[in-house]
């Protein structure tokens, strides 16, 4: 199959598991990027985040024989949650190997979600030689974060459903912004965009210090980062675009957008006071471009994916800060 | 027209213009309150809040001749800024009648959503006594915020949605909790679940002290509160149920549910951690029965409408304080 046939059968097995996130905006954003400004909120989806939609891609993808023996995830953030509540929800089991030192309520969270929790000590072990080895004792299948085809066209719906969203709304030409780590999402996203929407543009926006994806973009090879964590924005902070994703960035998508952390805490902010949802840094950054960066974007109506939620409060209360 | 093809009609005619709101939920919810919950977020509504629909339906419903002159409205809430930008969209003008007190991001907000506020001196004018003058001078019409068919018609396509929604999620028994002030939201749903879901059943959700709906539900007769002020729940503060909504209300809902201000404040900072949503105090207090109630509920699931999300940065760190 090739990539938007994947994405549509995707589509299809998602439909009554994912959430169909809707199209959000505010005259006060319109007015405060000088442009229409439409939202979709991924923070809504299921455990928080997009990351939901390609976890149930890929595990509703495999075989009956693999899926039952259960699958496997690296991650202390958003696709922990999402592998571990997409096989609680097909009955399987999942395990997730995370970090002893991530913070409790996530770990808290993904046991509560169904996930058997294996930690390791970042200074002494290999998440991949335990991971590894789990998968091969027990025939767990990996479930990769963004280099993975399923993962991609899970993903992929969210454009999918933006395309048509956008149409009904009387937008078909602008950039797309979205919030970029790995380039599962913003891969998938472009592809969609390509064949249902070929006037709108997916754009990968990151941190500052952490925009691999934005110098690789304009160098034309693959970049990686000088330091891998030291900011806000921790679920999008990866060392390099993936493997199988940059090839599809580097074909369909416009240059890349980089904010600041303040600017991505003013975001959240702002998407608090005027659009009524929980952003958290990582997945306020595409919204921080079209607020923050409007002088690098065109056209008439721009397009924000938010892409997660899963805050403390403390981090919370900060970004409230800009409003007071 | 009967009430329900009044809502039927207000359904038609806010197509395209109000959002359908999604159904959210939550696994930890879930668990916490003993039973399925669904939530229906109209903080995700235009202007943040439910108030739009009724707003838009009763100026879309206007002859020509009437609409052109423009309408009035006394509130310094979330009816305020739904029927100003409701106004705005139709390219009419309003004016909203609003005490000198008013929190000056409520006054600035309407203004920027296009109406003309009209200040007045709480404790030496009447709205009532300025409203009519500038109505009589001006030709306008004024728009109640719950004692109004075509507002109550609005609000109702609420239940429309929900009705349709729920039964997409297999949930087609149970009660439905809606944040009560003056009566309007509750009683549009109750109508809309009497024709559409009725095995659905509306109950007014009202802060501890300000009961009036339920102890009227109870007694059978209209009863006031004794306070018009001092809670948190302002949106939804009114001084006795409305004359038209009241008998609605008698013939269709469930019996009331009351719950405190730290319940309220408890359920905004659950709907933050698992929902990603933002909600006011008084929109989360049928969210707060469903958690903090459950006994005073039957069956498998219930159905929560959680009425808005216009809150101060201020009262949403008290509430945050409840994860901390």
Redesign the interface.
Known sequence: MSSIELIEAAAERLK?HA????L?SS??LD?FAGRRVLIK?E??QHT?SFKFRGAWSAISALDDAARCRGVIAYSSGNHAQGVA?AAAQHGISSVIVMPSDAPKLKIE?TR??GGEVVLYDRSSESREDIGEALAAQRGLTLIRPYDEPQVIAGQGTTGLELARQAR?LGVTEGDVLVCCGGGGLTSGIALALDRHAPGLRARPCEPEGFDDVKRSLATGDVQGNDASSGNICDAILTPRPGQITFPILQRLCGPGLSVSEQDALHAM?LA??R?????EPGGAVALAAALFRKDQIKGDAVIVVASG?NVD??V??QA?EF??
Chains 1, 2 share one sequence.
Do not use: H, S
């Not at 959430?19 to 809707?22: I, L």
């Open positions: 009554g959430r169909a996130t809707p959000l005259p006060f007015e909120p923070c809504l928080g509540y969270n509560a979600l009904e902010a608090f006071l659009l009524k949802i929980v952003l939620g409060p403390q919370f209360e409230l409003l007071t």
